[in-house]
């Protein structure tokens, strides 16, 4: 069983960044994909980002050369760096963890986050 808690969310004006962290626990070591998905109100839930073990990430489009996602692998730990937020970042954010990087990127891991609210006022 794999634990994830996320920190990070809050309250930023438009053009500001933020900065989301997720910290895995339990039986992590065999995870290879992890990775950011999002769920504004009355929308489903979208991949931001994902990242493999070796350090190959994915993005959306529509975040692509504004946010980063890094991986500290001796920390079980994964980042995700948001710059230039505009109002249609604010959402839910949700860590995703899996064996499998594929589940990740497909919204189906076998691992969850609670979720960080991440707020950007325009």
């Known amino acids: 069983q794999v634990q994830l808690v996320e920190s990070g969310g809050g309250l930023v004006q438009a053009g500001g960044s933020l900065r989301l962290s997720c910290a895995a626990s339990?039986?992590?070591?065999?995870?290879?994909?992890m990775g950011w998905h999002r769920q504004a109100p009355g929308k489903q839930r979208d991949l931001v980002a994902s990242?493999?073990?070796?350090?190959?990430?994915n993005y959306a489009d529509s975040v692509k050369g504004r946010f980063t996602i890094s991986r500290d692998n001796a920390k079980n730990t994964i980042y995700l760096q948001m710059n230039s937020l505009k109002a249609e970042d604010t959402a839910v954010y949700y860590c995703a963890a899996d064996d499998s990087y594929d589940r990740v990127v497909l919204g189906v891991p076998d691992y969850w986050g609670q979720g960080t609210q991440v707020t950007v006022s325009s």
């Open positions: 990242i493999t073990s070796g350090g190959h990430t």
């Open positions: 339990g039986s992590s070591f065999s995870i290879n994909g």
